[in-house]
């Protein structure tokens, strides 16, 4: 098992998932986080961090999100790791609520 960031951090990108992470399996992109399946340990110290919801096991993916999982192990190999919490996006809380964002990712 490992854990999935899904649609609700695009334009968000809280980073306190980052801080409690053992592994340092978080990457970053521009508006986005990933989790590195290969390195995610299944702690779930992650999961109540978000302050979005956005990240899950994979075994509670919704099938509507199952396609996050794969998005997560593409961009994890292209994207930085990311190890230190950093501020959200400027207007973060402003999209937090909003669904449709996936075609807002920025690779």
């Known amino acids: 098992m490992t854990y999935v960031v899904k649609e609700e951090c695009i334009k968000c990108k809280y980073t306190d998932c ?18 590195d399946p290969e390195e995610c340990i ?3 110290l992650c ?3 978000c302050p ?7 075994d509670d993916l919704e099938s509507k999100d199952e396609h996050y999982l794969e998005l997560n192990a593409e961009l994890s190999e292209i994207w930085p790791v990311i190890t230190e919490k950093k501020p959200a996006l400027e207007d973060a809380d402003e999209w937090a609520e909003k669904e449709g964002k996936l075609e807002l990712l920025e690779r």
């Open 18 to 35: 980052v801080e409690v992470c053992p592994v340092d399996c978080f990457h970053e992109g521009p508006n986005f986080l990933v989790i």
């Open 42 to 44: 299944d702690c779930s």
């Open 47 to 49: 999961e109540p961090e």
């Open 52 to 58: 979005v919801g956005a990240i899950v096991a994979d």
